[in-house]
T-cell receptor, first 112, second 114 residues
Framework: QKEVEQNSGPLSVPEGAIASLNCTYS??????FFWYRQYSGKSPELIMF????GDKEDGRFTAQLNKASQYVSLLIRDSQPSDSATYLC????????????FGAGTRLAVHP | EAGVAQSPRYKIIEKRQSVAFWCNPI?????LYWYQQILGQGPKLLIQ????????DSQLPKDRFSAERLKGVDSTLKIQPAKLEDSAVYLC????????????FGPGTRLLVL
């Protein structure tokens, strides 16, 4: 079992729709969760992080965390073609040193 | 604020050759990370430095990869000898030690081993 699992996609949504990206993790002790966006040929950039169960909103983005189900999701409202990218879920496992374990990413395609 | 700098941006070598990558983190960032990202995969941590010291190198292939961070600032990652499977993007990231420990990534070095 992979430590962080994501559906590779592509997830195709029409412009203006809600895109829902999902991630599961294996280490129940993980405490911090991150979503990064990576455009083709570019490096990852942080969208948002979440620590507590529930929802966290930042503009058009909402992260959702359910530690009991070991599940993290990212919702993108009013999707735009510029949102087309690979979305990486990253999990900080318990223990020291703040390392991140990344999933393989979900490719999102927003079509006009 | 200047971002994480990396060089070179691209490198093509033949197998069994050696190669070195350089990273300059964001000023004041104590923690520096080297990741390997193979096409279609997420970044995989190779080594993490806290100031000068290594805090995690559990996934670094130590028979061929080495890294150092002199004076707690710049870092170099070396591969010697390179194998075909080392073809990947090598990403450097740094973080400040704040609560969120946000990692900021450099542009990466794209390595092709022929």
């Amino acid at each position: 079992q992979k430590e962080v699992e994501q559906n590779s996609g592509p997830l195709s949504v029409p412009e203006g729709a809600i895109a829902s990206l999902n991630c599961t993790y294996s280490d129940r002790g993980s405490q911090s969760f991150f979503w990064y966006r990576q455009y083709s040929g570019k490096s990852p950039e942080l969208i948002m992080f979440i620590y507590s169960n529930g929802d966290k909103e930042d503009g058009r983005f909402t992260a959702q965390l359910n530690k009991a189900s070991q599940y993290v999701s990212l919702l993108i409202r009013d999707s735009q073609p510029s949102d087309s990218a690979t979305y990486l879920c990253a999990v900080r496992p318990p223990g020291g040193y703040n390392k991140l374990i990344f999933g393989a990413g979900t490719r999102l395609a927003v079509h006009p | 604020e200047a971002g994480v700098a990396q060089s070179p941006r691209y490198k093509i070598i033949e197998k069994r050759q050696s190669v070195a990558f350089w990273c300059n983190p964001i000023s004041g960032h104590a923690t520096l990370y080297w990741y390997q990202q193979i096409l279609g995969q997420g970044p995989k941590l190779l080594i993490q430095f806290q100031n000068n010291g290594v805090v995690d190198d559990s996934q670094l292939p130590k028979d061929r990869f080495s890294a150092e961070r002199l004076k707690g600032v710049d870092s170099t990652l070396k591969i010697q000898p390179a194998k075909l499977e080392d073809s990947a993007v090598y990403l450097c990231a740094s973080s400040s030690g704040d609560r969120e420990e946000t990692q900021y990534f450099g542009p990466g070095t794209r390595l092709l081993v022929l």
